[in-house]
């Protein structure tokens, strides 16, 4: 007779052999009905663990850590409060340096995978593990994540935060965010406090309605100048002045604030709108020798200590000698394209956001740089109309979901011979470079650097090359 396979709420023993790209440990569980794979939070590899069953699909279990039986020796207690509950971070049981181990693992198997084959450097690891981060996205939400334990009547239609794991519709009010800036923290805290005072209403996230949507903060490492991105779902001069006062009397160090107006259900905090109340609208940064204006629709690494290894490793791989034509796609404003163009005949670079576009050009003249022309719009769009012709070294950077499939077409079939791919999503970077194989593309570098300790997440640049 069959046995019987685990079923919700039965608990098993699990082998743990490695992190995955979630953040899950990832192990083997022995049962009298066959041997079968389980994924759990806060798992770590090496250990044994007792599992509680969540859901089953074949062979494959996710599950819930009871009790650690052989915890491993690289365990840490994690530094933050939210830990368990935050949807962030999913690393923290883990020591730095095996955090490192474990993010080059998951690269090889991802490149293993679509059977690449390429030998992967040691991560480059960050030298702040905490509080490194330039830029942090708080919900506003009318559902607050309530913490076990908690006292009964606490007011819970109210909440700005980050959302709970696997938790869309909540937010989990956030006191103390590790890997953000101090000063963050107060700033978070008075705009939780003064829209509770001028009783404004947070944006719901099943209703779509309410006002207050998101708060965006952004620092510059260099200059301390601190940017504001509240975006509400409507302009409303009346509610959001008195607010805006508020927070500005009470943070003088914010040095401009924006508001962005998105009515649309999507909860994005880019708006259909923007306008500035006070500042500039923009900071300033430093980063690899230049200077740039980083506005709030605009991208820029989160990293900004590491995103100087970025640029180092980019300019490394990219071998320029002075007389080349480099093409940099998906440039935002500009972060690679400038430190490139000093090492270059001339960078042309391609990015979809007009902001920043705006912001590379300005940044481009600030620097003394004239050797770069940026073109607004998307790269396919740009491809079709233009084409690469004339360029010796590509330099591509997409967002996390990678390419469009006939921008591999395109980049297949460039003039070039050499490609830095950065990506910050190593499985689609893998399936890109799987694509580009056939007409003659190789990996011959990869190497992984972290901008992102704590979480699971790895930027990794691989360097392909194409035979004459
Ligand atoms: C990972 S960021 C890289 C930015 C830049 N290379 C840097 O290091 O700061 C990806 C950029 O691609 C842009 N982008 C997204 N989709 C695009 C598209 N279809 N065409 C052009 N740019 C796009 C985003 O706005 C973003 O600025």
Not at 72 to 82: K, W
Not at 180 to 190: K, M
Not at 439 to 458: E, K, S
């Amino acid at each position: 007779m069959a046995q019987r396979k685990p079923k919700r709420d039965d608990r098993l023993e699990v082998e743990v052999e490695r992190v995955d790209e979630r953040g899950l440990g990832v192990g083997r569980a022995q049962h009298e009905a066959g041997e079968f794979r389980v994924a759990l939070r806060r798992a770590l590899a090496g250990e044994r663990v007792v599992a509680q069953v969540l859901r089953r699909r074949g062979e494959k279990i996710e599950g819930r850590l009871l009790e650690v039986l052989r915890a491993s020796g690289e365990r840490v207690s994690p530094p933050c409060r939210h830990y368990g509950a935050c949807g962030g971070c999913a690393l923290q049981d883990l020591r730095y340096a095996a955090q490192l181990a474990a993010k080059r693992e998951i690269v090889e198997r991802a490149l293993r995978r679509e059977r690449i084959e390429v030998a992967v450097e040691p991560v480059i690891g960050s030298a702040n593990e905490l509080h490194y981060r330039n830029k942090m996205d708080f919900t506003f939400g009318t559902r607050r994540w309530v913490e076990p334990g908690e006292a009964e009547g606490v007011q819970r239609d109210f909440a700005v935060g980050l959302h709970p794991r696997e938790q869309f519709r909540k937010v989990l009010d956030v006191e103390r965010c590790e890997i953000q800036p101090e000063p963050f923290d107060a700033i978070l805290a008075s705009a939780r406090r003064l829209a509770l005072e001028q009783r404004l209403v947070a944006w719901d996230l099943v209703r779509h309605e309410g006002l207050l949507r998101h708060i965006v903060l952004r620092r510059s490492v260099a200059t301390g100048e601190i940017l504001v991105q509240l975006t509400t779902s409507s302009e409303s001069p009346e509610q959001v002045g008195p607010y805006v006062a508020a927070l500005l009397a009470a943070h003088p160090q914010i040095t401009t604030l924006v508001q962005a107006i998105n009515s649309r259900g999507a909860t994005v905090a880019m708006g259909e709108r923007e306008l500035v109340l006070h500042g500039s609208g923009a900071i300033r940064e430093r980063l690899a020798g230049l200077w740039y204006r980083v506005s709030a629709a605009s991208f820029f690494q989160t990293n900004t200590a590491q995103a100087e290894r970025l640029v180092e490793v980019t300019l490394e791989e990219a071998r320029l000698a002075g007389r080349e034509r480099v093409l940099d796609l998906y440039c935002g404003a500009g972060t690679l394209t400038l430190p490139l163009a000093r090492k270059a005949t001339h960078v042309q670079g391609v990015e979809l956001v007009e902001a920043a576009v705006e912001d590379a050009r300005r940044n481009a003249e600030e620097n003394g740089i004239a050797n770069v022309t940026f073109s607004a719009g998307d790269v396919l769009a740009w491809f079709g109309s233009a084409g690469a012709s004339e360029c010796d070294v590509m330099v591509v950077d997409p967002p996390r979901a990678g390419l469009h499939p006939k921008v591999v077409e395109l980049l297949a079939r460039a003039a070039a011979r050499r490609m830095v791919y950065m990506s910050c999503h190593i499985a689609s970077a893998a399936r890109d470079i799987a694509a580009l194989a056939p007409a003659g593309w190789r990996a011959t570098r990869a190497r992984p650097v972290d901008l992102f300790p704590q979480t699971p997440h790895v930027e990794c640049v691989l360097t392909l090359e194409r035979a004459p």
